[in-house]
């Protein structure tokens, strides 16, 4: 019985000490906390960009959903022998319809963030996600 709690304690310590290496960098609110001093970001903008992303979070839970039923729909349609083409079709519209909901979403969300940046902020953001993306890519290795 002991033996069984001392490896349930030391597996759940190494997910602790492994898990947060597999969290990535920080993204929506937390990225902007973590730079807020370097866009020079106030709390009024800080407040902005909290709401903005916890709004179009629940946009894009809400769509992901949609789109898993949409998703599901044409999967039982196209496994029937012989598909209704026209239900294949209606649920395939879905799927498309609903994909470009979300990538509306995105966008959406985007021009909003340019409305809280200023054109400086902006450039900076800009730079410094760059610099970031360039920090966290993996080397390629050389051809063989």
């Avoid at 602790?16 to 597999?22: C, G, K, R």
């Avoid at 937390?30 to 946009?59: A, K, P, T, V």
């Avoid at 609903?98 to 200023?118: D, N």
Wanted: aromatic share 4%; net charge neutral; hydrophobic share 35%.
């Amino acid at each position: 019985m002991n033996r069984h709690i001392i490896y349930a304690l030391g597996l759940l310590s190494c997910m602790l000490i492994v898990l947060p290496a597999y969290a990535g960098p920080p993204r929506g609110p937390e990225l902007f906390r973590n730079l807020q001093d370097e866009l020079g970001l106030n709390e009024g903008q800080m407040e902005e960009i909290e709401e903005l992303h916890y709004e179009s979070r629940l946009q894009e839970i809400e769509k992901r959903a949609d789109l898993a039923r949409a998703e599901l729909d044409l999967d039982k349609a196209m496994a029937e022998t012989i598909p209704n083409e026209s239900q294949a079709l209606q649920a395939f519209e879905r799927v498309c319809t609903t994909r470009a909901a979300l990538e509306r979403i995105h966008l959406e969300k985007r021009l909003a963030m340019r409305k809280i940046l200023s054109p400086d902020q902006q450039d900076k953001l800009r730079r410094l996600l760059h610099e970031r993306r360039l920090s966290h890519q993996r080397p390629r290795e050389g051809r063989r």
